[in-house]
């Protein structure tokens, strides 16, 4: 295979994940007249029309499709054994992540510096988002992921869990009503989060020895953003539902107090996902085996799995 036709399939693998010429072209760092020409050209070499080209959106035809089902592996393992070679089995290269901002700031950040002596040719581009990206168009290599995975084209393995605790500044509850029971916060101002990707309304159930309680009070206001939705907190304007890891240092502060901390919140799945291929990459392996133990290690994202079925049904 020489260098044109490399490019050209590896152009063609970027064109079909991304469903455009265009973004194909800015991700590959190339003027978009020279992919074209490069998928002109392999398209001619072959003898078949690998793309359906339309005004709106690319897409590959049968044949495309399995052309790329096949080269796709291939072309990983080809940059694999290049990288292997030029570095002397150093684990090198760009990994992209993609995780919750929760995630990233209070589980990922404190650790990455352990992960980065371990790699130190490894380069990090990570993006937090209150949505669930498509891996695959938007070319990340894997991501740490709360709640359920439902995309058949990920690997999903399942490495946490997300409590959540209910809380409120100190200001706020001296001068609101008692608080003894989940029955009492119909007498409280409930603050309510939107999941961003749906505009879904988050329900909580509390949980204590067997004991189930759903919160249904409407709340007097809502946020889509899980910084800001927390600074409410802060603000004294009343109680949220949020990641116990995100308010344990105000915990510690006396900023906020916890609410009712024998009742339980549902707590989340955290899943460690990536795109299937048959040969994983070696920046994707190293991060799985470096995030499984960080879970495992953490007492504040342990697995376990009390409540969060109905989370799930909840969010699906």
């Given at each position: 295979?020489?260098?044109?036709?490399?490019?050209?399939?590896?152009?063609?693998?970027?064109?079909?994940?991304?469903?455009?010429?265009?973004?194909?072209?800015?991700?590959?760092?190339?003027a978009k007249t020279t992919v074209s020409g490069q998928?002109?050209?392999?398209?001619?070499?072959?003898?078949?029309?690998?793309?359906?080209?339309?005004?709106?959106?690319?897409?590959?035809?049968?044949?495309?499709?399995?052309?790329?089902?096949?080269?796709?592996?291939?072309?990983?393992?080809?940059?694999?054994?290049?990288?292997?070679?030029?570095?002397?089995?150093?684990?090198?290269?760009?990994?992209?992540?993609?995780?919750?901002?929760?995630?990233?700031?209070?589980?990922?950040?404190?650790?990455?510096?352990?992960?980065?002596?371990?790699?130190?040719?490894?380069?990090?581009?990570?993006?937090?988002?209150?949505?669930?990206?498509?891996?695959?168009?938007?070319?990340?290599?894997?991501?740490?992921?709360?709640?359920?995975?439902?995309?058949?084209?990920?690997?999903?393995?399942?490495?946490?869990?997300?409590?959540?605790?209910?809380?409120?500044?100190?200001?706020?509850?001296?001068?609101?009503?008692?608080?003894?029971?989940?029955?009492?916060?119909?007498?409280?101002?409930?603050?309510?989060?939107?999941?961003?990707?749906?505009?879904?309304?988050?329900?909580?159930?509390?949980?204590?020895?067997?004991?189930?309680?759903?919160?249904?009070?409407?709340?007097?206001?809502?946020?889509?953003?899980?910084?800001?939705?927390?600074?409410?907190?802060?603000?004294?304007?009343?109680?949220?539902?949020?990641?116990?890891?995100?308010?344990?240092?105000?915990?510690?502060?006396?900023?906020?107090?916890?609410?009712?901390?024998?009742?339980?919140?549902?707590?989340?799945?955290?899943?460690?996902?990536?795109?299937?291929?048959?040969?994983?990459?070696?920046?994707?392996?190293?991060?799985?085996?470096?995030?499984?133990?960080?879970?495992?290690?953490?007492?504040?994202?342990?697995?376990?799995?009390?409540?969060w079925n109905q989370t799930l049904r909840r969010l699906?």
């Open positions: 295979m020489n260098t044109i036709h490399l490019e050209a399939v590896r152009a063609f693998c970027r064109i079909v994940e991304t469903g455009g010429f265009g973004k194909a072209a800015e991700q590959l760092g190339m998928i002109q050209a392999l398209e001619e070499g072959l003898g078949v029309t690998l793309l359906h080209r339309s005004t709106r959106r690319v897409s590959p035809t049968a044949d495309g499709l399995a052309y790329y089902e096949t080269v796709k592996p291939l072309l990983e393992q080809f940059d694999e054994a290049n990288q292997y070679i030029a570095t002397r089995g150093q684990i090198s290269g760009r990994l992209k992540i993609e995780t919750t901002a929760p995630l990233g700031s209070y589980l990922l950040m404190p650790a990455l510096p352990e992960f980065l002596r371990r790699h130190p040719d490894l380069q990090l581009e990570i993006r937090c988002s209150e949505r669930a990206v498509d891996l695959i168009a938007e070319g990340i290599d894997c991501a740490l992921r709360g709640g359920p995975v439902t995309d058949p084209d990920l690997v999903c393995r399942r490495i946490g869990q997300m409590r959540f605790c209910l809380c409120a500044s100190p200001d706020y509850l001296a001068n609101a009503p008692a608080l003894n029971h989940p029955q009492d916060l119909a007498n409280h101002r409930n603050i309510g989060f939107r999941f961003p990707g749906s505009d879904k309304l988050y329900t909580c159930t509390l949980h204590r020895d067997g004991e189930h309680f759903t919160v249904e009070t409407e709340p007097v206001m809502t946020f889509n953003n899980a910084d800001v939705y927390t600074n409410a907190a802060l603000a004294g304007l009343g109680i949220v539902n949020v990641p116990k890891a995100s308010v344990a240092h105000y915990f510690a502060d006396g900023r906020l107090a916890e609410v009712l901390p024998e009742w339980a919140p549902d707590s989340m799945p955290v899943s460690l996902v990536y795109p299937y291929a048959r040969h994983r990459s070696a920046r994707v392996q190293a991060f799985v085996d470096w995030a499984v133990p960080l879970f495992e290690q953490n007492p504040l994202w342990p697995l376990c799995w009390a409540g699906g």
